[in-house]
């Protein structure tokens, strides 16, 4: 579930830079998540380890009906910390 609620995150984001950033399709994507401070439905904030398959599906799931997105690749890479952010993205 952390892993779904984290990839409609990261989609949110990424629409919100298409926006700003005037781009049409977003064509690649490098994000890098450590472990994850979450909360929801009224449970206290702690940490999660977030499964990088789950996470590119989840991903994939959210956007495949949207033309901004068609055949766009998520490169998802582990990192130390608890955090996550997009460090690239290729896109028109």
Do not use: C
Not at 15 to 23: G, M, Q, S
Not at 78 to 85: D, I, L, R, V, Y
């Amino acid at each position: 579930m952390h892993d779904f609620l984290l990839a409609k995150e990261i989609i949110d984001k990424l629409r919100e830079i298409a926006a700003e950033k005037k781009l049409s399709k977003i064509r690649r994507v490098n994000i890098e998540i450590g472990n994850i401070s979450m909360s929801h439905d009224g449970h206290p904030e702690h940490l999660e380890e977030i499964n990088t398959d789950n996470l590119e599906f989840g991903l994939g799931g959210i956007v495949k009906d949207d033309p901004m997105f068609q055949g766009a690749r998520f490169n998802i890479r582990k990192t130390e910390g608890e955090s996550w952010g997009i460090t690239d993205i290729e896109a028109e």
